[in-house]
């Protein structure tokens, strides 16, 4: 048998020195973080996904960041001032922020960035977040050269920024990795490869070391970064790991120290036997049925998609159905958003009767029963857990005498069908970018194009959400989106059916991990006990 | 056979070029495009983005363009993974797949081989029943089944091995073992199948008869006369299975991590990744026809009836 022998003998020696390594080399502090999939692009104006950013937060930081526990804190900006009307935005630049090659980061850098983010040579797909930015929904639309950008470096230490109308949840956007800086030299000399390992510039609390697509991408520690003498981990090395059953062996095994998620089906296998490492929290988002209003019956009849949302049993949804820990939704703006009085539907105190009898009663004023049942299709892309979900939804809806027919489609197919409005009700999502109510109101205004699933309009939710745009005080800006949302909640365009939750397993070695409803974690804040 | 060769790759421009028209129209017959996300572009942006990647002209110019660049040997930028070229993921990839994929099959040449020989030499003995009773598992359970029962046992409960991961971009025999084993396990089981059905029919044919007939010792026999005979049917399901071992696998690649690219072939296609699909499926086909071209020529030297003209 020489194929064995030649076999053991790579392996022996790789094993040696393995440990020889982990002997010889002085403790390094590394956190192996999974996380999730492997990035699309890492070019924070190009990047759309949770994993990129998860791995831009560590090597970017925008004038503005995240502390521990996801507020929104100084980056670069030490301080802001903000005009009296709310519309000009001056930030005070660090005087030692630094790029990683040792450049000096100046307020020309942001201006550069904020361009290139709108330019439409760029091709970035959040650019519109920057839409509050004088000019910049003119520049995406290459209606106006992004120069005239409302970004303008008054001195090397001094930005200003000037918005359309103010906009109280602009610095909450700056976090965002659209903002983020990236530096002019490198973008300029190496095009679209200046991500690259040895390319790469950049001035976060890491900086690039390797990527070897499908595998991993390797951070190390950036001396240069302003809070360098606070930040402990010396490596981060992010993994892909798109299979969840194997990334929690991985874990198992010691060789994660966090995983991005956990296959459902083990939750309760890890709430009883690792409780201390399993983590499940509230998570910005939304789980839910949007129902399209220019297809009848359900478009014009109100009181049918009321008898709908009436009789979905939320609570069996997710304690029976999805199982991992999920919050049954009664609202569309998932909870925990501060300064946000949750809405809700005006039938959740109601008992599980009494909703089922109304359902029943709205259903026979409108000619439908058990003897007469009223026939509705439901969309959803290919998915066990979709399915779970329609399966158990069409149980409830059964007895009262909806008859609802699955179909499934391939994801992209199924956007096209979605984007078409080639449906009656459809499975959909959606996971907030930046935690404020706006942004899940604001894809529900009559002209918000394909965002808009429901084809909903109501010139009244239109005209609360213009007048919260233009409120300046907090308190009362919020008090409008939350009209806004109980006018659109009782409509009934959509039937919320859960809000997400986050789920990680955390190592005992772990520190520095702060749960938060955007479930940023940036990497300067940990640290792996030995 | 020279001749014979350069005859048939020269044959194989025109098979490649309707493999390229062929899937170039097909992904994008496909509903849905590259950039169809669940949060939806605005429409502007959607027309920066097309403009970028070119697909706002006509799909001939199109066609034309991406023709172009293949000549320049250019398979054009990734639409899903924007950082890369198709040309740096699939060169990136491949190396991976061919190590993994190519001691795999290695692997499986040489037990399944023995084990065929094996059981058709013990035909309806104990030895026999239980290779084939193996094989038959092989080949009926799945990797999906099987990756995950090697990570659970070598990987969390024995720890002997790495659940998954490439070992820091390094060469890292202990993470290639299992990823190897969940590759080599159904290949060994068709080998061996393939192996034994042939060899029970060469053994039973007149010049074997004739061989043993004349007092021939068995070993002669079998080495000198019947392996020979025994390999080419091997041989021709040899070509396409290698192609297909050493552009990876989806499923072993998802489950241990590995870095190849046998991933892009599903992905790509589920993410509309226009380019990505036609540098994958152009890569696989010219391995294809390659690789056919080699069977054939193996043919000639283990059959002597076999002409190349």
Known sequence: MTVGRTWLRPLALG???????????????????????????????????????????????????????????????????????????????????????????????????FRRAVDPKTASDYAPILAPIVNAEAAIGGEADPTTLGVKAVDPETLEIT??????????????????????????????????????????????????????????????????????????????TEDLQEELKRYRAGELD???????????????????????????????????????????QASLRRALSLAL?????????????????????????????????????????????????????????????????????????HKKIAVAAA???????????????????YLDTRDNKNFQIARAAWIGDFADPINFLDMFLSNAGERNDAGYSNPKYDELLKQAAVTAEPAARMTLLEEAEKLFLADNALIPIYHYTTQHMLSPKLAGWEFNILDVHLGRYMSIAS | MLTYALKRLLGAIPTLFVI????????????????????????????????????????????????????????????????????????????????????????????????????????????????????????????????PLLTLVFGLTLRWLPVGGWGAGAFSPAHMVLPILALALPQLAAIARLTRGSMIEVLGSNYVRTARAKGLPERITLTRHAIKATLPPLVSYLGPATAGIITGSIIVEQIFGIPGIGRYFVQAALNRDYTLVMGVTIFYGALIILLNLVADLLYGVLDPKVRYD
Do not use: C
């Open chain 1, 15 to 113: 094993l040696a020195a393995l440990l020889l390594s982990a002997t010889a080399v002085p403790a390094e502090m590394v956190l192996h973080r999974g996380n999730g999939t492997e990035p699309e692009t890492l070019d924070p104006h190009k990047s759309t996904g949770v994993t990129e950013n998860a791995i831009e937060n560590d090597l970017f930081e925008g004038l503005v960041t995240f502390s521990a526990d996801g507020r929104n804190i100084p980056g670069v900006a030490t301080s802001w001032d903000i005009s009296d009307d709310g519309k000009v935005y001056t930030f005070h630049l660090r005087p030692d922020a630094k790029w990683s090659n040792g450049d000096a980061l100046t307020a020309e850098d942001f201006v550069y960035s």
């Open chain 1, 163 to 240: 918005l359309n109308a103010s906009t109280p949840y602009f610095i909450g956007l700056l976090s965002h990795n659209i903002a983020f800086p990236v530096h002019k030299a490198t973008v300029e000399k190496f095009g679209d490869q200046w991500t690259r390992p040895g390319n790469m510039v950049s001035n976060g609390a890491f900086t690039m070391a390797d990527w070897v697509p499908q595998s991993q991408v390797t951070v190390v520690k950036n001396p240069l970064f302003h809070d360098a003498a606070n930040v402990k981990l010396d490596k981060i090395v992010f993994y892909p």
């Open chain 1, 258 to 300: 966090i995983t991005y998620d956990v296959p459902s089906e083990q939750v309760k296998w890890l709430e009883e036997n690792m409780a201390s490492e399993f983590h499940n929290t509230p998570y910005l988002g939304t789980y839910y049925y949007v129902i399209n209003l220019t297809k009848a019956p359900l478009g014009d």
């Open chain 1, 313 to 385: 049993d939320r609570e069996i949804m997710t304690e029976k159905i999805t199982q991992a820990g999920e919050i049954p939704a009664y609202s569309w703006v998932p909870p925990n958003i501060e300064g946000y009085q949750q809405q809700f539907l005006d039938f959740k105190e109601m008992s599980k009767e009494e909703r089922l009898a109304e359902a029943a009663k709205l259903l026979a004023e409108a000619g439908y029963g058990p003897q007469n049942p009223l026939k509705v299709e439901l969309l959803y892309n290919t998915s066990e857990n």
């Open chain 1, 395 to 413: 149980a409830m809806w059964k007895p009262l005498g909806i008859d609802l027919a699955l179909t499934n489609q391939e994801w992209k197919v």
């Open chain 2, 20 to 147: 390229i028209a062929i899937t170039f129209v097909m992904i994008r017959m496909a509903p849905g495009g590259p950039f169809d996300k669940e949060r939806r572009v605005s429409p502007q942006v959607e027309a920066n983005l097309n403009a970028a990647y070119h697909l706002d002209e006509p799909l001939l110019a199109q066609f034309g363009r991406y023709l172009g660049g293949l000549l320049r040997g250019d398979f054009g930028p990734s639409f899903q993974y924007k950082d890369f070229t198709v040309t740096e993921l699939i060169l990136g990839g491949f190396p991976t797949s061919l190590m993994i994929g190519g001691i795999a099959m290695a692997i499986a040449l040489v037990l399944g081989i023995g084990l065929g020989m094996l059981a058709a030499l013990r035909q309806n003995s104990a030895v026999d029943y239980a290779a084939m009773g193996f094989t038959m598992l092989g080949i009926a359970v799945p990797n999906f089944v099987v990756a």
